[in-house]
């Protein structure tokens, strides 16, 4: 574990939450920055990316219009603004990083992880 995770919690449908994830000791900009969930009975899967450039973001598709991810390069951190959440969301989120932008969908191409951070969305 490299990364830190942190936000998660328990809200109600249709309700928001802020993902952060910091890289201590290292430029989070300097990375392709991802968020990726696993939710009950699922493997892990890709949510959200951006771009070590900051050029590009990618979501899949049951979460694109509502969730966002961004970075602060001032504040050296990355955040998953997620809205309109839903029962389905429910899950255990992870940030990843890595270098370049070859197989961002994919989690075995990253190297560096966070712990993860419980997203509970309750009916």
């Known amino acids: 574990v490299q990364l830190q995770a942190s936000g998660g919690g328990l809200v109600q449908a249709g309700g928001s939450l802020r993902l952060s994830c910091v890289f201590p000791g290292r430029t989070v900009s300097s990375y392709t920055n991802a968020w990726f969930r696993r939710t009950p009975g699922k493997e892990r899967e890709f949510v959200a990316a951006l771009t070590w450039r900051g050029d590009q973001t990618h979501y899949t598709g049951s979460v694109q219009d509502r969730f966002t991810i961004s970075r602060d390069n001032n504040e050296n951190t990355v955040y998953l603004q997620m809205n309109s959440l839903k029962p389905e969301d429910t899950g255990v989120y992870y940030c990843?990083?890595?270098?370049?932008?070859?197989?961002?969908?994919?989690?075995?191409?990253?190297?560096?992880w966070g712990q993860g951070t419980q997203v509970t969305v309750s009916s």
């Open positions: 990843a990083m890595m270098n370049g932008v070859l197989g961002m969908r994919e989690d075995r191409t990253y190297p560096y």
